[in-house]
Nanobody, 121 residues
């Protein structure tokens, strides 16, 4: 049974920090590219950050979070992280983790249930 469980969300003041975790099970974590997405009320889900299959591999970020957020993964713990610093009110959203692998039969994509991040004074 595939599971992706996000944690670490909460209420934080502007300028504060949070560290999100995505704990996974039920699939071969090291073979999947991992990503964080977010969705604010009334807006479409958007990609926040992505990392390739290896911990030191390629990563990319949305322009809005570059220099503030850092994505990482620990293949030994089947877990991905998102360190969020200098948080702004516009970072308020539900944050989702995603696992993707392109196979010979098509794209396999798993999602977590999301964790709420609220940035407010």
């Amino acid at each position: 049974q595939v599971q992706l469980v996000e944690s670490g969300g909460g209420l934080v003041q502007p300028g504060g920090s949070l560290r999100l975790s995505c704990a996974t099970s039920g699939f071969t974590f090291s073979r999947y590219a991992m990503s964080w997405y977010r969705q604010a009320p009334g807006k479409e889900r958007e990609l926040v950050a992505a990392i390739s299959t290896t911990p030191g591999g390629m990563s990319n970020y949305a322009d809005s979070v570059k220099g503030r957020f850092t994505i990482s993964r620990d293949n030994a713990r089947y877990t991905m992280y998102l360190q969020m610093n200098s948080l702004k009110p516009e970072d308020t959203a539900v944050y989702y983790c995603s696992a993707k692998q392109l196979t010979t039969t098509g794209l396999v994509n798993y999602w977590g249930q999301g964790t709420q991040v609220t940035v407010s004074s």
